[in-house]
């Protein structure tokens, strides 16, 4: 009998912050089946995660749970030690938890927005520099989950939304700085997906009806109209994690039905 091939990412470690449900948790699933040992964080749900975690481990690889506020950055380097405790390496971190206060700008409290861009901003740096350690000597792949509202207004949703405009800049940085490393740097900016943070999206964001909306999306989606299942999004960032090294110059993306997905482009070269 032939031997079975080997999975894309077969051996490789993956963390998905926030695995434990939603986005994230079918990113996690699907990476997993691709071969990768899996690392989720969570916040409070602890039996969600430990869920996750027996779903991935019956796809025949390792999983991990561990609790993580993401509101305070100065907990992100301990999760990322005890990660080197238990694999020694980290080849694909996935960016992906996120929360807010939804509500208009002018009602924010200070508490708010500062939790808002910790978890946002704050712990996506403090993740990239606990998991470079971690990733040296192989080709690394990082990617940040942003959403509708970091280029579509929407009442309630100023803080996140900037929040997530700066992450996506930080992609641009990153993917600059860390390139010449073997370390790529995307972002992906999901459509609609049936989730309940979309679906706080449409309803608290939108004033929208739920169930009319995911029926219609070309109505709620104004930048492209599509609609990508969660189970489409992980695949793309699954290929994205097995692809080869790509060169080391910055990853931009352009919509297409409901995903953003950049393709390489040379930086511009000095004045």
Request: glycine share 12%; net charge positive.
């Amino acid at each position: 009998m032939a031997a079975a091939s080997p999975k894309p990412l077969e051996g490789r470690v993956a963390v998905i912050t926030g695995g434990g449900r939603g986005i994230g948790r079918g990113i996690a699933l699907r990476l997993a089946r691709e071969g990768a040992h899996c690392v989720i964080t969570y916040r409070r749900s602890a039996d969600v995660a430990a869920t996750a975690v027996a779903e991935i481990e019956r796809e025949g690889v390792k999983g991990l749970a561990l609790p993580l506020e993401l509101a305070e950055p100065a907990q992100v380097p301990g999760v990322f030690e005890r990660i080197g405790e238990a694999f020694g390496r980290v080849d694909i971190l996935i960016a992906n938890a996120a929360a807010t206060a939804f509500r208009p700008l002018a009602d924010q409290k200070e508490h708010n927005v500062r939790r808002t861009f910790a978890i946002t901003v704050d712990s996506f740096i403090a993740a990239v520099q606990g998991a470079l350690p971690l990733m040296h000597g192989r080709p690394g792949r990082v990617v940040a989950i942003s959403g509708i509202d970091s280029f579509q207004a929407m009442p309630g949703h100023g803080v996140l939304g900037g929040a997530k405009a700066a992450a996506e800049s930080l992609v641009r940085a990153f993917a600059l700085e860390l390139g010449p490393e073997g370390i790529t740097v995307n972002g992906v900016n999901p459509g609609m997906i049936a989730t309940d943070s979309s679906r706080l999206y449409v309803e608290a964001g939108l004033g929208r009806d739920w169930k009319a909306a995911m029926a219609s999306p070309g109505r709620t989606h104004p930048r492209d109209g599509g609609r990508a299942p969660g189970s489409s999004l992980a695949r793309s960032l699954s290929w994205t994690a097995a692809s080869p090294s790509s060169p080391p110059w910055p990853a931009w993306r352009t919509p297409r039905k409901g995903v953003e997905f950049r393709s390489k482009t040379r930086p511009r070269e000095p004045i």
